[in-house]
């Protein structure tokens, strides 16, 4: 059994970690760590690492500027980036020039709702493919739900508009929509869906959308080896499920998976790596407890669970999520970057033997982190709420 963490310090709790509230939460973060081969049995470490600041600053510069929300972005083949807005506008940034992108999806724009990721196809250069994740009404039911699209970007507009999958039913609730977008490297699509505020109902049964992770073909269809294909009344398209609300998600080249954050209740955040068929727990079992304090669960783990790879308590309201494969910072290659909404930093993670041995606050104090990527000129670009996109420069270039 995992032990239940205790938080040391004085916490002044001004909001939730609801992804729509700013915090001044002050506290010493620790976190817990699993090995990665998602053992139950395996002990937690004893002692954990306390997040510091770096011994010397990255400094950073603008490379897109001027946004409200900056939910997602990709990097086009010559090295333009694709933005998305979170108020349902698209926007290509090159060479310092906004370009808006039209033929964007009608969005539900509801609490967290909205316009959120885009990633290309793998083969884009030949295809023109873009992936879109969003909030929408389509449907019987009032209000909304998440849905993934396509569609191929020509001359600054999006056309041969396609909707992969839309969750059902609509709901209108504020919360939990997810979603990022992942491709592995055989031919399929990953996104996410929170459980849209129905933590009783939808995250463990696989015959409801909602708190999952799901996987399709590149063109929509359903893969023959999902996991729930051929079972009763079940979504076929889940991969995983047990899911509060994933706001990161990148395919490991090294390890073959699609590793995932996700935002907990009020403590509970987690990394997991995902494996076909598996349940993660929600809300069974759960670091965290309720926003006025009360209990969820005493269930930490579980023999039928998987254990995640990192948790926080606190929460930090983690989005967007991404491994360090780049030269340019050797010191933190083959380590992990979450983007804290509530906090506000970028989070380095390094890891070692599955375990984190160290954590660190980078680009502290610019605003709410909603997205981090490295590019394929192998800088690492974060999008940062009231900001922009910004460029984090190595540390042997402002020496």
Same mark, same amino acid.
């Given at each position: ?7 040391? !310090? ?50 950073? *510069? ?13 990097? &086009? ?7 998305? *807005? ?52 389509? !449907? ?50 990953? %996104? ?100 006025? !304090? ?10 039928? %669970? ?45 890891? *070692? ?6 954590? *660190?606050? &980078? ?29 984090? &420069? ?6």
């Amino acid at each position: 059994m995992k032990r239940i963490l205790l938080l040391i !310090g004085i916490v002044f709790i001004f909001s939730a970690c609801g992804e729509n509230e700013k915090s001044e939460e002050k506290a010493e973060i620790e976190v817990k760590t699993e090995k990665t081969n998602q053992d139950s049995e395996n002990p937690v470490p004893e002692k954990q690492p306390e997040i510091v600041s770096p011994e010397r600053e990255y400094q950073h *510069e603008v490379v897109a500027g001027d946004m409200s929300i900056p939910w997602g972005f990709d990097f &086009l083949p010559d090295g333009s980036i694709l933005i998305t *807005e979170k108020g349902g506008d698209i926007f290509h940034y090159k060479n310092g020039v906004k370009t808006a992108i039209s033929g964007a999806p009608e969005i539900y724009n509801q609490g967290q709702g909205g316009l959120l990721d885009i990633a290309l196809h793998p083969d884009y250069e030949n295809n023109n493919w873009v992936y879109i994740t969003y909030s929408s009404t389509k !449907g019987e039911a009032e209000g909304g739900n998440t849905a993934l699209m396509r569609a191929k970007l020509e001359n600054n507009q999006l056309t041969n508009s396609e909707v992969l999958y839309k969750a059902e039913p609509n709901s209108t609730r504020g919360q939990h929509f997810g979603s990022r977008i992942a491709f592995d490297d055989k031919g399929h699509v990953f %996104f996410s869906i929170g459980d849209r505020g129905n933590r009783d109902v939808n995250p463990q049964d696989i015959t409801r959308d909602g708190g999952k992770i799901y996987r399709l073909n590149l063109d929509g269809s359903i893969p023959s080896d999902n996991p729930f294909v051929g079972v009763e009344n079940a979504k076929e398209a889940i991969y995983s499920y047990g899911h509060r609300n994933p706001q990161g998600m990148f395919f490991n080249q090294e390890t073959g998976e699609i590793w995932v954050n996700e935002h907990g209740p009020k403590g509970g955040d987690e990394i997991n790596v995902i494996k076909p068929g598996k349940n993660y727990g929600w809300p069974v079992v759960t670091y965290g407890e309720n926003y006025d !304090g009360t209990t969820i669960t005493e269930d930490r783990t579980g023999p039928k %669970f998987q254990n995640p790879l990192t948790y926080w308590v606190p929460s930090i309201a983690p989005s967007g999520f991404e491994k360090v494969t780049s030269d340019k910072y050797p010191e933190l290659k083959g380590n992990l970057l979450v983007g804290s909404l509530k906090f506000q930093y970028l989070e380095h993670l390094a890891l *070692e033997n599955g375990d984190v041995t160290k954590r *660190e606050k &980078l680009l502290e104090g610019m605003g709410r982190l909603r997205d981090v990527q490295q590019g394929p000129d192998g800088f690492i670009y974060a999008a940062i709420e009231g900001t922009g996109i910004v460029r984090v &420069l190595p540390i042997e270039e402002t020496e």
